[in-house]
């Protein structure tokens, strides 16, 4: 079955710097893989998607690279803030346009301070 | 247009009673997952559904566990004769068919047995 590791678990930065997390996985590469930020008590909020055939994907201060070849992705925070402080999920999205269900990593603690 | 709803937020169970959690999806969206969250672990896909059908349910365990999800109304996880193992997050997710990588969490449910 698949596996996925995010190496830390917890991350500490200062504020203004880029957070950059990782996410390991094993076996096929998946369709889809995909970014969530959690906070305490909170479901997990979609960030963003990146396509096995797409290698990088921007949104406003995020970034995500997808390396099929060393089978990671790379998360950034950019110009990070205090707001950022969270839990970020990787998951791999398995199935199709109709179906599919995500495996997720352990999570990064992101911490970010003033 | 409202979000993921789960209900209760909070369920407190004694051992062997049963719990019930509810999930309505989004307007528009016919598929609903399960997934689970156990302290100290990540989230885990449980099963899902489509109305009136269950689609997988290859991350069920095979006892006391049962979802379903009517022609009207919410879906449904119920758990019977819960044991302390049980106490977790349990969060539902929705997706509009056709675009099963748009997948929109709920708050959760945090089930504690005592």
């Known amino acids: 079955s698949q596996k996925i590791e995010q190496n830390s678990e917890a991350l500490n930065i200062q504020e203004g710097k880029t957070a950059t997390l990782t996410c390991n996985y094993t076996?096929?590469?998946?369709?889809?893989l995909q970014w969530y930020r959690q906070d305490p008590g909170r479901g997990p909020v979609f960030l963003l998607l990146?396509?096995?055939?797409?290698k990088e994907k921007r949104k406003e201060r995020l970034k995500v690279t997808f390396d099929t070849t060393l089978k990671q992705s790379l998360f950034h925070i950019t110009a990070s803030q205090p707001a950022d402080s969270a839990t970020y999920l990787c998951?791999?999205?398995?199935?199709?346009?109709?179906?599919?269900?995500?495996?997720f990593g352990q999570g990064t603690i992101l911490t970010v301070h003033p | 247009n409202a979000g993921v709803m789960q209900n209760p937020r909070h369920l407190v169970r004694r051992r062997g009673q049963e719990a019930r959690l509810r999930c309505s999806p989004m307007?528009?969206?016919?598929?609903v997952y399960w997934y689970r969250q156990l302290p100290e672990e990540g989230l885990k896909f449980m099963v899902y559904?489509?109305?009136?059908?269950?689609?997988?349910e290859s991350g069920m365990p095979k006892e006391r566990f049962s979802a379903e999800f009517p022609k009207e109304g919410p879906s449904i996880l119920r758990i019977q004769q819960v044991v302390r193992g049980d106490s977790a997050a349990y969060f539902c997710?929705?997706?509009?068919?056709?675009?099963?990588?748009?997948?929109?969490f709920g708050q959760g449910t945090r089930l504690t047995v005592v």
């Open positions: 997710a929705s997706s509009p068919p056709e675009r099963a990588t748009e997948a929109f």
């Open positions: 076996n096929y590469s998946p369709a889809y």
């Open positions: 990146i396509r096995e055939n797409e």
């Open positions: 998951a791999l999205f398995t199935g199709g346009t109709s179906y599919g269900k995500l495996t």
């Open positions: 307007k528009g969206h016919s598929h």
């Open positions: 559904l489509q109305k009136e059908n269950i689609i997988d």
